[in-house]
């Protein structure tokens, strides 16, 4: 243990199939927080369950509100009440915006906005009698400097990041903080899927013809150091930070 306060408590983390949100979840878990993982594809999850037994694995797709209910319902059930909920599911489709088809711009917000929306909605609800709580929406820097190539993604992320603020500001008064972890670049398949054969090598460099900077610490975020940053806004360490917007992003955005 660590000592971060959170141990014994539930939690429940979307997108933890692979990535950020499994490196979220298991890092809870080495916390002694009691886990929902949820995620559409149950692979990921049924092995996170097998390599940490005390995770309960959930499949859900986080654009049904139906189905997010169905798997707070369910954690809340088998677990207890949930004291923290952390907001990883994302998806990424890139393109130029006047290339873009309808579908995938469609997709990015039903994940990236309306799921968020689901998740924390149905655990504000059960949260607000309780009088605590914490929610964590794990956005990306691209939600505060624009991205060539990636028009509904960065907006999509802008959205789900200033719903989280106002939900903090609605939240407060319940004593339930909500705040926001902004990766640049990790290590993760969504990262990958966009290296050429050069690797990370020209996402560290930058791109002056994209007008991107690279990143000044010289290095690719791995999905735990993204999972530090969650533990400590979740945990009572961070009790007087609500409202906050943390980039993680080895100052690749300048914090423009």
Request: hydrophobic share 45%; aromatic share 6%; net charge negative.
């Amino acid at each position: 243990m660590t000592g971060f306060g959170l141990a014994g408590t539930v939690a429940l983390v979307t997108g933890a199939g692979q990535g950020i949100g499994r490196a979220v979840a298991c890092a809870l878990a080495g916390e002694g927080v009691r886990v929902a993982a949820a995620d559409r594809s149950s692979d990921g999850v049924q092995q996170l369950a097998q390599e940490y037994p005390g995770i309960l694995p959930q499949v859900a797709d986080v654009t049904s509100a139906e189905q997010v209910e169905a798997v707070v319902d369910a954690t809340e059930k088998f677990l207890g009440p949930i004291d923290l909920l952390v907001n990883v599911a994302g998806v990424l489709h890139t393109g130029d915006v006047v290339n873009f088809n309808d579908d995938n711009w469609q997709d990015t917000f039903a994940v990236n906005v309306t799921g968020v929306f689901h998740a924390s909605r149905a655990v504000a609800r059960r949260m607000v009698p309780r009088g605590s709580g914490a929610i964590v929406t794990v956005s990306s820097n691209a939600a505060g400097v624009p991205r060539a190539g990636m028009a509904a993604y960065a907006a999509s992320k802008a959205a789900s990041t200033m719903f989280t603020k106002s939900l903090g500001l609605e939240l407060a008064p319940y004593g339930i903080r909500c705040n926001v972890v902004a990766p640049g670049s990790t290590d993760t398949p969504m990262q990958r899927a966009l290296w050429t054969e050069s690797g990370p090598a020209p996402v560290i460099a930058g791109d002056p013809a994209t007008f991107r900077a690279g990143i000044p610490l010289g290095r690719i975020a791995t999905p735990e150091d993204i999972a530090d940053a969650v533990i400590f806004l979740a945990s009572p360490r961070a009790r007087h930070i609500t409202m906050h917007d943390l980039y993680v992003d080895g100052g690749a955005t300048l914090r423009a």
